[in-house]
């Protein structure tokens, strides 16, 4: 779940089910969807972070401008 937009900075959680139990651990949002991608989960977005983010760019991180600068 890409759950809120602060600061420019998306906040993301894993929603995971254990013995039964469902449990949210914190996550980047780039290793949120690549765990989900890999498992062939869903992805959710909030409605008030697509609404926040509409119109705006997406920045590389500083290990995305590295790798392109090699």
Do not use: W
């Amino acid at each position: 779940m890409i759950a809120e937009l602060r600061n420019d900075t998306y906040i993301a959680f894993l929603s995971v089910e254990v013995q039964g139990k469902e449990l949210q651990i914190d996550s980047r949002p780039s290793d949120a969807i690549a765990i989900a991608l890999r498992v062939k989960a869903l992805i959710f977005v909030s409605a008030q972070v697509l609404a926040e983010s509409q119109g705006r760019a997406v920045q590389p991180d500083r290990a995305e401008q590295t790798r392109g600068a090699l």
